[in-house]
């Protein structure tokens, strides 16, 4: 009786195909990714480079870069096209910020904090009011921020204070929301307010309020350490009366959206994150091909070369983690609630490590402002902190481990 032949993967046609596949799939971004990469590189060169330590020394809040974002086209970049916006996903979305952070994270937040409001729009399936926002963010008539931070509630959100109640037709909202990115001048803002503390997050609801409300004002403007340029501060609700048609969802599910909206936006920083790190090698690995120590290039020292060696091979792993978790966002893919957490963590202590020893490689030059490394290296310092402290991301990371376990 024959025997049919099974073409197995260690069979010659099965090697064949196998190693057809991989020539075709390099773990490469599509050319059409690239070109936008190289676009939006040129762009960030060329416009935004040359007032990055400037935007970084006065902390102000750069509209001329702004408007070369919107000029671009660079601000609808991320948004479906039915809502105005370019497309191109999650991934060309992480794209823009990697190569924006490069030169400049406070620019980078400028679409990133956009972003980040219009997500629980999206998992709220609340598609008027994403359409409205995403419109007017693509158009340039919108800036948006997200509230979701107390003074008390940092990485315990189901413990905010900010309270919500019905008054007729109306919500009335009250309470502080802190280290608010893009706050005062932002004009749309996703408030996260809870009917009844004692609820936990249970009680939760969420909110569009516009600026321009009766009872929304902002504390102090926060001088901080890094990110500058990109103004943050409180956000203060005081009998803040708005349309009971504000209410984003259901109510009773804002912690919910605001979890879910954390999965999609911890790659971006994530990215940003990779785009911090990658501008300081740059800027490193250049210099020590320059600089003359014992009468040869730093460069050619081994323990320079390690360095170098190092910081390219992070950066290199954490690209391939940020792409997966964005490419993940992009297909609605479960796991990326464990990629989004191990990509941001993964990247934003990979970036701090990867600045400070750029400043290292830089010696007394990197520790001064003239060299935009120590910028970086401030700059680097909160992607570590905030969607979610690193600690939370191992939190998060662990507690999948376990679930996969079974423990």
Known sequence: MAVEARETPWSSGGRRRFRARMAEDRFELPRELEEFRAIVRQIAEERIAPRAAEID??????????????????????????????GGGSLAFGLLIEELARVSAGVSLIPGVCKLGVVPLRVAGDRDKERSMT?????G????????????????????????????DAFVLSGTKRFITGAGVSQAYIVFATADPSRKAKGVSAFLVMRDDPGVSFGRKEDKMGIRGSPTR???????????????????????????????????IAAQALGIAQGAFDVSSRYATERQQFGQRIVDFEAIQFMLADMAMKIEASRLLVYRALALCDAGDPRMTYFSATAKCFASDAAMEITTNAVQILGGYGYIREYPVERMMRDAKIT?????????QRVVVARHI????GA
Request: with cysteine; proline share 5%.
């Open 135 to 139: 419109e007017g963010i693509c158009r």
């Open 57 to 86: 020394e006065t902390d102000e809040w750069p509209e001329d870069v702004y408007k070369v974002l919107v000029d671009n086209d660079l601000m609808a970049v991320g948004y479906p096209e039915e809502f105005g916006g370019s």
């Open 234 to 268: 409180e956000v203060i609700l005081e009998d803040c009366r708005i349309p009971a048609d504000r209410l984003i969802g259901q109510e009773g599910e804002g912690f919910a959206y605001a979890m879910q909206t954390l999965d999609y936006s911890r790659p971006a």
């Open 384 to 392: 570590q902190i905030y969607e979610g402290t690193n600690q939370i």
């Open 141 to 168: 008539d919108i800036l948006m921020s997200y509230a979701l931070t107390e003074p008390g509630a940092g990485s315990d959100p189901a413990a905010m204070t900010t309270r919500y109640a019905h008054e007729g």
């Open 402 to 405: 376990l679930k996969s376990l």
